[in-house]
């Protein structure tokens, strides 16, 4: 009944980006220890995913007309 | 005469450390299910308070955004392989599967890229659950984590 009231609209775009952030963030504070290390290690990672997305993206691009 | 004495501190000494390791591995064990069953538990109990704040953060926005997007919650009674698989990816997040499925009645909505991406978001969360309660269980081991 909540999560039925809870509609969230959101675009392929918005979606990757909140997905990429969300799991980057949780990456880095599994992955290192300290907090420096922590946020280096989620920039990449949430870089990283949003490189591939695009580039995957491109890629299928020519095969989607 | 000398040489079993000299052996039995080594037995001794042998004998006490497989017990400490089995308990070890037990407490491991249920800190490891405790992590699959509540996100961010088998880190809290070890006292990694921002490692368990960050997993149920996490598990949980992907679990809301995804039953909110209107996401496949898959059930026990899949029809083919996909749909298991997808079963137990989404029964990854533990006791956050049962609060979504007390809390979904609309159902899923995958005829729209939305629903699908939220199918995606529920099944990360699940994956993504079970591994924090992997590496749980590996620092409770003594691993380096």
């Known amino acids: 009944m909540l999560l039925s009231l809870i509609s969230v609209p959101l675009t392929h775009l918005q979606s990757m980006l909140l997905f990429a952030l969300i799991i980057s963030l949780a990456f880095g504070t599994l992955g290192r220890r300290r907090p420096a290390d922590r946020l280096t290690y989620a920039a990449w990672s949430f870089f990283l995913f949003i490189l591939v997305g695009v580039t995957i993206g491109w890629l299928m691009y020519p095969f989607s007309r | ?145």
């Not at chain 2, 000299?6 to 037995?11: R, V």
């Not at chain 2, 953060?57 to 809301?64: E, N, Q, R, S």
């Not at chain 2, 209107?70 to 609060?99: E, H, I, M, P, Q």
């Open chain 2, 1 to 145: 005469m000398q040489e079993p004495i000299a052996e039995q501190p080594q037995l001794e000494s042998l004998a006490v450390p497989p017990r400490k390791d089995e308990r070890r591995e037990l407490l491991a064990l249920l800190i490891g299910v405790a992590g699959w069953a509540v996100p961010g538990l088998g880190h809290a109990l070890q006292k990694m308070w921002g490692r368990g704040l960050a997993v149920f953060l996490a598990v949980g926005a992907l679990v809301t955004l995804g039953a909110g997007m209107r996401g496949n919650l898959f059930t026990s009674r899949g029809d083919d392989a996909f749909a298991t698989l997808g079963y137990f990816a989404d029964l990854g997040s533990g006791c956050f599967y049962a609060v979504a499925r007390a809390f979904e009645t609309a159902g899923p909505d995958v005829s729209h890229s939305t629903g699908d991406y939220g199918t995606r978001f529920l099944a990360t969360a699940g994956v993504l659950n079970l591994l924090a309660a992997l590496h749980a269980y590996e620092a409770a081991r003594g691993r380096k984590a």
